[in-house]
């Protein structure tokens, strides 16, 4: 079993690797593109909340709505695939036993130099340039995903379940 844990070790960064693919893909979009894609989510937030709330506007008054929250969609989508790359890279290396400080640097580190790599990439990406806001954004959001992952490994090992196994393992040990 232990052979077995060993050689599937390594795949827990499987995913990081498949969100770091992810990013760059969206990173290769074009500028008009990428916005393209942007704003029909933004215009369906508005429109489901349109819907939602019965507020009967036109789709002129749709498409002012929409635009006014474009940016923030984009900063948001910004954050959340930084999120989600943190939390790739946090778990596995919790696997690999790094915790506490080491882990938020490790991990912190990893995202902010991919998200400087990932920007410097769109500087060559038609109607795309580099962005200094853009990579701080991406650090907000990976951040907060690094904390959330500290918090979930510390509470799931510091149960009083948990505590009580790590007594009984730490006993059998010493005889």
């Known amino acids: 079993?232990?052979?077995?844990?060993?050689?599937?070790?390594?795949?827990?960064?499987?995913?990081?690797?498949?969100?770091?693919?992810?990013?760059?893909?969206?990173?290769?979009?074009?500028?008009?593109?990428?916005g393209e894609l942007s704003y029909k989510i933004s215009y369906q937030i508005v429109e489901t909340k349109n819907e939602v709330l019965n507020e009967n506007k036109s789709y002129d008054e749709l498409a002012v709505a929409a635009d006014g929250i474009h940016y923030y969609v984009r900063k948001a989508a910004h954050m959340t695939v930084y999120f989600l790359l943190a939390v790739a890279i946090s778990f596995p290396l919790y696997v690999y036993r790094v915790r506490g400080i080491w882990l938020m640097l490790l991990a912190g580190i990893v995202c902010v130099v991919f998200a400087g790599f990932d920007?410097?990439?769109?500087?060559?990406?038609?109607?795309?340039?580099?962005?200094?806001?853009?990579?701080?954004?991406?650090?907000?959001?990976?951040?907060?995903?690094?904390?959330?992952?500290?918090?979930?490994?510390?509470?799931?090992?510091?149960?009083?379940?948990?505590?009580?196994?790590?007594?009984?393992?730490?006993?059998?040990?010493?005889?």
Do not use: N
Not at 7 to 14: D, E, G, M, W
């Open 119 to 175: 920007e410097y990439h769109q500087s060559f990406v038609a109607g795309r340039g580099p962005s200094i806001k853009d990579v701080g954004i991406d650090s907000i959001g990976a951040f907060i995903g690094i904390l959330l992952v500290q918090a979930f490994c510390w509470s799931t090992m510091h149960t009083p379940s948990a505590e009580r196994r790590k007594k009984r393992h730490h006993k059998s040990k010493r005889r």
């Open 1 to 34: 079993m232990k052979i077995l844990i060993t050689l599937l070790k390594p795949l827990s960064f499987l995913p990081a690797i498949l969100m770091m693919y992810l990013i760059f893909s969206f990173s290769a979009q074009t500028g008009e593109v990428s």
